[in-house]
């Protein structure tokens, strides 16, 4: 069993009791990270604003998951109460809207390998607009180029794409299982996927 | 007992204690403790530390409650008596932190902060370490500082308050520097002047500071928290173009963006450290 000793409904923090040890869990709950907490810092984190004890069918859940699930649950009703529900997107073209130039490098640095590298490329672009629109950005000539420079990759490996499309028009000749088993569109998007990433393409059959 | 009147009682006391620490100490042990004393007349100021949606609230020219007012505000929401509120709050601690609050003068009244010479203070108890300035006094406040954490250095588990150790701790603002000074006066040799900041407050340990009027967000100077949490902030953004966010990194980044807004416009400085 899973208890919760004491939480906050607008950010989720919360401490736990499992096992007969007593937790720190905060977001993001993706990690699932539970930090031991130490008996000391107990009382002053319980007089934390906004620290509350759960009413008593909230205390308890029977897997973590679950309990990650009603902190989740928990934070958007909080929200919605207090009348400032949280948006549904939008929260990285306005963050990055604030971002310091060495935030807007590090994030060229990630759209370019996590995102272009991996062939995600309407990702990429959205993301690289987002860049654009920071002021900051616009302040530095370096990441203006940098930037740019990126949305033109992005351009031309989309063109790229596009002419892989195009150019596939005998995949089902090559590939008669294939195509019938995934359908002829698919197995020309991930040949147009797998080309952009791989300039060899898909493997020919022998 | 009137905590700023027994502070300001100690008068001398701190200062009288180090002085004598100085003259007996060797002159490179001295040398140090004139070094640090300096450090702290120089970068000593008061923080709290705060959870992001408290700190984004506190910026955003909400009030900063302190428990009791926490207390009474969620009374008015739910139609339920502050105290039980409390003691739900408190759970086994509220023994102990009421027999503390009943031992003090207008409890109800007192906010509590840390001494702080830089750095990100006991971020256990919140990742934004809200500066609030050099001198809590000069906003009119009265000011009193102790050696250590209220509840866990001075009332013991029966929830018995040591009186005598308290009263020979408490210090004024004037005196902090000599408190910090002999409080560490063991570590400040040993440990690089680098460390220092992390020293005077961290989780591990603080010079508590309490005082009598609520703080308010003309009085922050800046507002630090660690890089790695000021990383993972700006990771959720690039998140966000990725793949769906959950709710609760979508509370953070709503929060995160609230924050700098609301400090970029009272010309507050967000720094990672």
Known sequence: ?206 | MDIFEAARANEGRHRGRYEAALAAADADIAARLGAFVESVARDGSVSINMRLFVAENFISGHPYENIHEFCERMAELSGRAAPDILREKLGSYWERRTKFDAYLTDSWLLYYAALNIGGTGATSYGDFCVILGRCLELHGRRVAYLRDDSLNGYVDAAAGVDESRLLADLCAEAERVYLAAMKHIDDIPRTDAGGWDSMVCSDRSYIEAIFDARPGRQEVSEIRLPASCYDRLWDIAFADFSRPLEPGEKAEANDFAQLLDAAGTAGIAVRAV
């Open chain 1, 1 to 206: 069993m899973w208890r919760i000793l004491a939480y906050c409904r607008e950010d989720g923090w919360a401490v736990i009791g499992h096992a007969d040890k007593v937790s720190l869990l905060r977001p993001p709950f993706a990690r699932g990270q539970l930090t031991p907490l130490d008996p000391a810092a107990l009382p002053r984190l319980l007089a934390q604003p906004g620290m509350l004890c759960p009413a008593r069918e909230q205390q308890d859940h029977t897997s973590l998951p679950v309990l990650i699930d009603f902190l989740n649950q928990e934070i958007l009703r909080s929200r919605a109460d207090s009348g400032h529900a949280l948006p549904e997107s939008g929260y990285g073209p306005r963050l990055l809207a604030m971002a310091p130039a060495p935030v807007l490098a590090r994030m060229l640095d990630r759209i370019e390998s996590e995102l272009l590298g991996q062939g995600r490329l309407e990702q990429a672009r959205t993301a690289l607009v987002a860049v654009l629109g920071a002021p900051a950005c616009r302040e530095s000539q370096e990441i203006l180029g940098r930037t740019a420079a990126l949305l033109q990759r992005v351009d031309e490996a989309v063109k790229t794409r596009e002419k892989i499309r195009a150019d596939a028009a005998d995949i089902p000749k090559v590939y008669p299982a294939a195509a019938r088993r995934y359908g002829v569109e698919s197995l020309r998007d991930f040949n147009a996927a797998s080309r952009t990433r791989n300039p060899f393409g898909l493997p020919r059959a022998a």
